[in-house]
């Protein structure tokens, strides 16, 4: 599996990226799929302190062990939590970030994190303050980079300007195309990576896409409608060729464009991600299959948060 440069830092990541939220806490499990993972190839593994809890960093720290010099590592911050409550409020303050980093190495038992993002951001927030943050971190060199999630566009354009991101995680798939208006060129334009996630669209880009979208596109999805959802799997079914699977065409219609490092898959068993990486990774995507996938469905646009 190709490795490419994350931004404009030395870290090479994986053309796939695993999703660690839904791994569950079962730690023979995790122990397992994290293996599978490397053994396809796949080196970056993504987390965040919110998802259940800390618990999911933790089993991740179990799971490096004896193989952290194998695995890129990414988690988020912003979520201040209280685990014994499951409460948690948006706390992107510098006083936040450098303890939570602090507590997220201690759950990953490791002693830096390769990627630290932000978990998400607003333009009411104190945004130099959280950029502050991040730059002591990896002053410390207890983090080696750092970016955001997010889906704003406004956001995503402060941190470009006034920051030294070296990537940006925004949902991305060939149902959800608004990053093609303005982020993707933006980010590449500034030599930073983008990681997109949701490239399967909650499974109704995937294998099984005509039983998820009857179980989650009843009501559609973004400006899509049930109909039209189901209109455009029977038409990219038919772009298949023999050896290829609907989760190929996905993942390998986000990895097209050149701004994008890495898709971002989750998964819940060894059997989803063996449908994410079972397939010939050296065969690209033609030119005419690309454009054929964007003539099947359409360049949607954001209604909030466009760029200034």
């Known amino acids: 599996m190709n490795k490419t440069k994350l931004g404009k830092s ?4 994986s053309e796939l990226t695993l999703g660690c939220m839904s791994l569950g806490t079962e730690q023979s499990k995790v122990d397992r799929m994290i293996d599978y993972a490397i053994d396809s190839g796949i080196n970056h593994f993504d987390t965040a302190d919110l998802y259940d809890f800390g618990a999911n960093e933790e089993v991740i720290g179990k799971a490096m ?8 590592l990414t988690t988020k911050v912003g979520n201040h939590f209280n685990r014994a409550t499951k409460d948690w409020f948006w706390d992107p303050s510098k006083k936040y970030i450098l303890e939570a980093a602090k507590d997220s190495l201690r759950r990953l038992n490791t002693d830096y994190i390769d990627f630290y993002m932000l978990h998400g951001g607003t ?13 002591q971190l990896k002053k410390e060199g207890l983090i080696r980079a750092y970016g955001i999630s997010s889906i704003r ?22 149902l959800d195309r608004r990053p093609e208006e303005e982020v993707l060129d933006l980010l590449r334009s500034n030599n930073i990576s983008v990681l997109s996630r949701g490239p399967l669209a909650k499974g109704m880009l995937s294998n099984h896409a005509e039983k998820l ?11 899509y409608s049930y109909e039209e959802l189901k209109s455009i799997n029977t038409e ?27 898709a971002v898959f989750g998964a819940s068993s060894l059997e989803q991600i063996r449908e994410n990486t079972d397939f010939d990774h050296s065969k690209l995507l033609t030119d005419q299959t690309y454009e054929q996938m964007k003539r099947i469905t359409h360049a949607n646009q954001y209604e909030k948060h466009r760029l200034e």
């Open 10 to 13: 030395d870290i090479l990541i």
């Open 65 to 72: 062990k004896g193989k952290r010099n194998q695995i890129i």
């Open 123 to 135: 333009l009411e927030d104190p945004i130099s303050e959280t950029i502050e943050a991040f730059e």
């Open 153 to 174: 566009p406004n956001v995503i354009q402060e941190f470009v300007k006034h920051s030294s991101i070296d990537g940006v995680m925004t949902q991305y798939s060939l």
């Open 213 to 223: 979208i009857d179980m989650k596109g009843k009501d559609g999805y973004l400006d």
């Open 236 to 262: 990219l079914s038919g772009l298949i060729q023999d050896n290829e699977s609907m989760n190929e065409l996905a993942l390998k219609y986000v990895q097209k464009h050149p701004a994008v490092t890495s």
